[in-house]
């Protein structure tokens, strides 16, 4: 039994009641236990899964690809920055700062985070700064950045009862084991999102409900910077997601690099993630102002943005450097590996007049 275990059967014996996603909240970001609470986790081959920014530093300079276009759009201006939420170790800004001149801003409310980051990105002195939350962006021209930040946030669970939509709380029995029971909506807004699902579905067909996506992208769309805003994660449209096949919802474990739907297992030790639902994340974001300008599977995109680069390779032999590189392009473009498995979503956010 985890530490969060104890202390969230602490709070449900003493008479508290617990959503799913209050839970998934703890399991992932409480201070002392939550898996990404305590600081940057391992990732790749000695961690508990992989990332774009894992396979290379190559997915950085194709972002800076992306920068370079997106300060052409706005204008060349001089105080142009990239601006990256969710930068974990600082990882993705270090390979992006090797491959231009930008200055970089994070978004980072956890200090354990930006201690990290402050350490790996002291080199380039002056040029990254910090901020804690979307509300004190700097108000300047920019690329916005996140990479797999939609897929943790804290997602509510319901259930189809042939009827109507149950909530699942978690629950506890005898043995001190926590389970999932379905009850009333715990709230009127997810009374309104939930309206929005389908009902034509088998009995027990279980499915997630994002709130907390979607109050990130409208925040997002009301801070003050402007330019564009790129969104990398692993997700699906309305249809792929509330098909019949996944009667079980998309909410799963990582451990190992290992999946299963043991979610109440070893809280604050794994990974909870789900699938992003992309549909509903770029109506909120357009209907808060922002505009679609790319939606496109991961290796699509990025096979574009790699063209240039492609092109400097023609008529020379690949050196160990280059080998390496391209090795990294076929892991994040062709559709065996990440390709097809990320979505890509590209928005601009206009000037507040």
Known sequence: MTALHQILLHRLNSGETLTFAEVMTQALYHQEHGYYGQGPRRIG????????????????????????????KLGQPSDFCIIEQAAHDGQLAEDVMNACEYDYVIVEPNPR???????????????VSWVSSLATIPERPALFLCNELPDAMPVHLVRW??????????????????????????????????ARLPRELPVGYTTEVGLATLHWVRELASAPFHGEIFIADYGLDHEELYSTERHTGTIRRYRNHK????????????????????????????????KEQVYSHQGRYLGKLG??????????????????????????????FMGRSFRVLLMEKEKTP
């Open 161 to 194: 009862d042939g009827s109507s939509w149950n909530e699942l709380w978690v629950k506890t029995d005898d043995c001190d084991t926590l389970r999932l029971a379905p009850g009333p909506i715990s709230t009127e807004e997810l009374t309104t999102e939930i």
């Open 259 to 290: 999946t299963d739907d043991h979610i109440l297992e070893d809280l604050g030790e794994c990974d909870l993630t789900t699938h992003v639902n992309f549909t509903r994340l770029k109506e909120v974001g357009e209907a808060a102002g922002l």
């Open 45 to 72: 081959r000695s961690g508990d899964f992989y990332t774009s920014v894992s396979v290379g530093p190559l997915y950085g300079r194709l972002l800076t690809t992306l920068a370079q276009q997106t300060f052409e």
């Open 113 to 127: 985070y930006e201690a990290v980051q402050r350490g790996k990105l002291a080199a380039f002195g002056n040029r």
């Open 307 to 336: 063209l240039p680069w492609l092109a400097t390779l023609e008529g020379r032999p690949p050196d160990a450097a280059t080998q390496a590189l391209l090795r990294q392009y076929h892991s994040l473009t062709h559709p065996a």
